[in-house]
C-alpha cells in the first residue's frame, strides 16, 4: 500500500480557495447568461406591446373618423328635418 500524505492547512485554503473562484466564474457566467435572456424578452415583449399599441390606435383612428362622419350626415339630417 502507498503512503498517504495528509495536506497542509494552506494546501487546504489553497484548494478551498481555487474551488472559490471557480464557482464564482461560473455563478458570474451562469448570471450573465440570465440576464442576456431576460433583456431579450423584455425587448420582445416590448416590441409586442408597440405593435399592438400601434394597431390598437390605427382601428381607434379609423373608428373615430367613421364616427365623425356619421356624427356630420346625422347632423345633417336633423337639419333638413327642422327645415
Known sequence: MGSTQ???VEDKNDIIGGIADLLSAKFERFERKIE???ESE????TQQL????KSEIAYLQANNAA???EVKSLKSRIDSLQN
Open 42 to 45: 423584455i425587448q420582445k415583449a
Open 67 to 69: 364616427l365623425t362622419e
Open 50 to 53: 408597440m405593435e399592438d399599441t
Open 36 to 38: 442576456t435572456k431576460i
Open 6 to 8: 495528509r495536506l497542509s
